[in-house]
């Protein structure tokens, strides 16, 4: 599962959060999530987030059941986006969130941002997240004013 978070920072850059899974095809219960550029800018390489950049964007996995198969995202600035990874009626691993009162598969997150002179961001203005509800099968938006 990879799920694209594009950052108004000014460039067409996207962090990719992507599950890890473990040989035996189990959530990596240790770290079950990595993040990672793809820097259109730069030819679509893959780069690593910046010490600062992990502080800002990063997220808090806690584990919400005994198996440790499902987790809690949280990120470190941004306590409003809690997301739940776990397995869909699929077998595969998800991303949920609850977006208009609706448990939804995420998709996409855009997050609008105010940089310093650097372009780091210095203050989130709003998060726009969309997926598909998992009650209607429609795409479910919904803007989340910081």
């Not at 962090?15 to 219960?29: G, P």
């Not at 919400?64 to 595969?92: C, M, P, Q, R, Y």
């Not at 609008?112 to 009650?135: D, Q, R």
Request: hydrophobic share 40%; aromatic share 6%.
């Amino acid at each position: 599962m990879e799920l694209e978070c594009d950052l108004d920072l000014t460039s067409k850059n996207t962090i990719i959060f992507e599950i890890v899974m473990l040989a035996d095809k189990k959530l990596n219960s240790e770290k079950p999530v990595k993040m990672h550029w793809i820097r259109y800018e730069e030819d679509s390489r893959i780069a690593e987030l910046s010490f600062i950049q992990r502080k800002i964007l990063g997220l808090k996995c806690i584990s919400i059941d005994e198996t440790k198969s499902s987790f809690l995202l949280i990120n470190n600035k941004i306590s409003k986006l809690k997301i739940i990874v776990k397995k869909s009626s699929a077998g595969n691993y998800r991303a949920y969130l609850s977006i208009n009162n609706q448990l939804t598969e995420l998709e996409r997150v855009f997050i609008k941002a105010s940089n310093n002179p650097l372009g780091m961001p210095i203050s989130f203005e709003y998060i726009e997240v969309s997926g598909i509800s998992t009650e209607s099968g429609k795409t479910n938006t919904e803007r989340i004013n910081l």
